[in-house]
């Protein structure tokens, strides 16, 4: 499942440079991630980079987008065509 980052954000931007898939950017307020390029770090990482860098834990996971980690590679494969994952 894609991540989302709640209102408890404290735009301090410390999530949008560890983001691998560079999902994460300026929203109105807070810092948005686009569903559509999280893969929750699956293919680069064991753990989510945005909430280990987060001060305030805002980035959790988005009950809206529901995915395996079988689908969260394939997008992986997607935005990173020729890269193996780490697995």
Do not use: W
Not at 3 to 28: L, T, V
Not at 56 to 68: I, N, Q, S
Request: proline share 10%; with cysteine.
């Amino acid at each position: 499942m894609a991540f989302k980052i709640s209102d408890e954000c404290i735009a301090c931007g410390s999530c949008e440079s560890e983001c691998p898939n560079e999902a994460i950017s300026p929203g109105d307020g807070i810092y948005v991630i686009d569903p559509d390029k999280c893969t929750e770090c699956v293919g680069f990482y064991d753990t989510q980079q945005c909430l280990d860098v987060c001060p305030v834990e805002a980035p959790g996971p988005d009950p809206d987008r529901r995915e395996t980690r079988e689908q969260l590679l394939e997008k992986f494969a997607r935005l990173h065509p020729g890269k193996t994952p780490v697995l």
